[in-house]
Every structure is written in structure tokens, then in C-alpha cells.
């Protein structure tokens, strides 16, 4: 249910870049959504699909490449994405420890149409 007041975030905010370069209306919209954000990129487009209706967004289409989180190895700091059921570095063995990578969630880019 949280992803209904950040699509209306996006859209404000596109809609503010997008009236600034004075243009008719948004093609696109590129999305980097961090699979450990909380955020569903589903659930994005639904609510996206329906509150930009009357809006420069209406008709725009949603692009959203997820982030994969990663590890830090604490013997040889390698960043390394998890394998199921282990924290184990791939490189040497040792533990990984969280990192932000995978928690991110922004806006990448605004592809827009001037007449």
C-alpha cells in the first residue's frame, strides 16, 4: 500500500521536470528500484496506470530495473551478490556483511515530448 504515495511522488515529480523543459507530455519514465527497498515495482505500474490519468504522465511507460543487495566480505571486502542460504564470500570464504546496494530507489530518468 505504500507504493500508492511514492507513484504520486513520481508523478509530481516528473511532472515538475517535465514543466520546466516545457514539454507536452512524458514518454517515459526509468525507475531503479532496489530489490531489499520494500517497494514492488508491480505494484508501482498499477497505481502509476491509474493516478496518471489527466496528468503529462498519462500514457507514459514505467521502465524499472531492480538492484540486486550485496554483500561486503569482511576478509577481502569483495562486494558479491548472496547465494541462497549463504553469506559466504565467493572470493575467499568469509562472511559478508550488508551493504546498501539493493536498498536504493530513485528516479533514473524522464524521457519527455515537446510539440
Known sequence: MHEFPITQQIIKIAEKHA????ASRIKSIKLVVGDYSGFIGDSIQMYFDVISEGTLCEGAVIEIEHRKPKLRCTGCGE?????L??????TCGETGEPTEIGKEFYIDSIEIEKE
Open 85 to 90: 542460504l549463504s553469506f559466504s564470500c565467493p
Open 79 to 83: 562486494l558479491f551478490e548472496r547465494e
Open 19 to 22: 514543466t520546466e523543459l516545457c
